[in-house]
C-alpha cells in the first residue's frame, strides 16, 4: 500500500498564497488516482482537487477554480497543492487522498482508500 505525508500548511493572510506537497511512499505512485480534500471545524469533509494517474485528468471544486492548481511530480512521488489568492474560508485542515483502483479519483472522499495525516491551513482576514 501507499503511504502519504502532508506538508506545507501554515498560517496565511487572505490574499496571500500556500503551497501543499503529499509525499507518497511504499508503491509506484503512477498506479495511483490523487486528490485533495479539506475539512472545516463542523462540517463535512469536501472536495478540492483531484488529478489522474497520467495527470492529464483534472478537475476542481467550484469555489477554488481559478486559484488553486493541482499537479503531480512523477520523480519525486509528491502531489502538489498551490493555493493563491487565498480566502479566510479556505481555512481548513486539508487532506491528501489516492486511490488504486482508478485512472481518475474523482470528488467522492468514500471513494479513495489511502489518507494522509492532514495538514492545517489557516487563513486570516
Known amino acids: 500500500q501507499v503511504q502519504l505525508v502532508e506538508s506545507g500548511g501554515g498560517l496565511v493572510q487572505a490574499g496571500g498564497s500556500l503551497r501543499l506537497s503529499c509525499a507518497a511512499s511504499g508503491r509506484t505512485f503512477s498506479n495511483y488516482a490523487m486528490g485533495w480534500f479539506r475539512q472545516a471545524p463542523g462540517k463535512e469533509r469536501e472536495f478540492v482537487a483531484a488529478?489522474?494517474?497520467?495527470?492529464?485528468?483534472?478537475d476542481y471544486e467550484d469555489s477554488v477554480k481559478g486559484r488553486f492548481t493541482i499537479s503531480r511530480g512523477v520523480a519525486e512521488s509528491t502531489v502538489y497543492l498551490q493555493m493563491n489568492s487565498l480566502k479566510p474560508e479556505d481555512t481548513a485542515v486539508y487532506y491528501c487522498?489516492?486511490?488504486?483502483?482508478?485512472?481518475?479519483?474523482?470528488?467522492?472522499?468514500?471513494?479513495?482508500?489511502?489518507w494522509g495525516q492532514g495538514t492545517q491551513v489557516t487563513v486570516s482576514s
Open positions: 487522498a489516492a486511490r488504486d483502483d482508478a485512472y481518475y479519483g474523482g470528488n467522492d472522499y468514500s471513494k479513495y482508500n489511502y
Open positions: 488529478i489522474s494517474r497520467s495527470g492529464i485528468s483534472i
